[in-house]
T-cell receptor
Framework: DAKTTQPPSMDCAEGRAANLPCNHSTISGNEYVYWYRQIHSQGPQYIIHGLKNNETNEMASLIITEDRKSSTLILPHATLRDTAVYYCIVMMIYNQGGKLIFGQGTELSVKP | DTAVSQTPKYLVTQMGNDKSIKCEQNLGHDTMYWYKQDSKKFLKIMFSYNNKELIINETVPNRFSPKSPDKAHLNLHINSLELGDSAVYFC????????????????FGNGTRLTVT
């Protein structure tokens, strides 16, 4: 079962920041928070990940609370092409690589 | 060049048939995966292979058999297809990190839509 909870859907106006919340209250110390998104009919696409510090890349920013029980993905200037299902995932680490467990995600609709 | 490629993109077949889906990655990754996305859009891991060795097998029926001829390929064979096998199947790859550190993110292919009639 997924270890994260996300709102099923959100709307955002084009050009505005999209803030997608995620709860992961049972996260353990060596588990990372990953964000992926799936645009209709395509494979999931990696966005960003973090352990406990805030992270930023060319796509988004990831804000993780100090207790690590929740996080927020920020798309600073949402465009219509950002319309997708966004998945927040807690990553279990095996010696041979991580196993991603997807939840239901948040369906983000960016509107003109 | 496509990093993770799957063939075919669409596969329509009848119940009882045997079919295969091929996956190739040109990223030099050492771990490959198969995920299944059902009609309710849930993505569930089926298998993962690391350097041709089966690592994860998530209670998938024996009719599903992954085969990894080398670390760049992970094919999925499905025997005696059933209606419930209809779904989109995604292949993915990643690189394991050193000393239990997290490795690279997963790179996914664009999926194979399997329809069993």
């Amino acid at each position: 079962d997924a270890k994260t909870t996300q709102p099923p859907s959100m709307d955002c106006a084009e050009g505005r920041a999209a803030n997608l919340p995620c709860n992961h209250s049972t996260i353990s110390g060596n588990e990372y928070v990953y964000w992926y998104r799936q645009i209709h009919s395509q494979g999931p696409q990696y966005i960003i990940h973090g352990l406990k510090n805030n992270e930023t890349n060319e796509m988004a920013s990831l804000i993780i609370t100090e207790d690590r029980k929740s996080s927020t993905l920020i798309l600073p200037h949402a465009t219509l092409r950002d319309t997708a299902v966004y998945y927040c995932i807690v990553m279990m680490i095996y010696n041979q690589g991580g196993k991603l467990i997807f939840g239901q995600g948040t369906e983000l609709s960016v509107k003109p | 060049d496509t990093a993770v490629s799957q063939t075919p993109k669409y596969l329509v077949t009848q119940m009882g048939n045997d079919k295969s889906i091929k996956c190739e990655q040109n990223l030099g990754h050492d771990t490959m995966y198969w995920y299944k996305q059902d009609s309710k859009k849930f993505l569930k891991i089926m298998f993962s292979y690391n350097n041709k060795e089966l690592i994860i097998n998530e209670t998938v029926p024996n009719r599903f058999s992954p085969k990894s001829p080398d670390k760049a390929h992970l094919n999925l064979h499905i025997n005696s297809l059933e209606l419930g096998d209809s779904a989109v199947y995604f292949c993915a790859s990643s690189q394991v990190g050193e000393s239990n550190q997290v490795g690279s993110p997963l790179h996914f292919g664009n999926g194979t839509r399997l329809t069993v009639t």
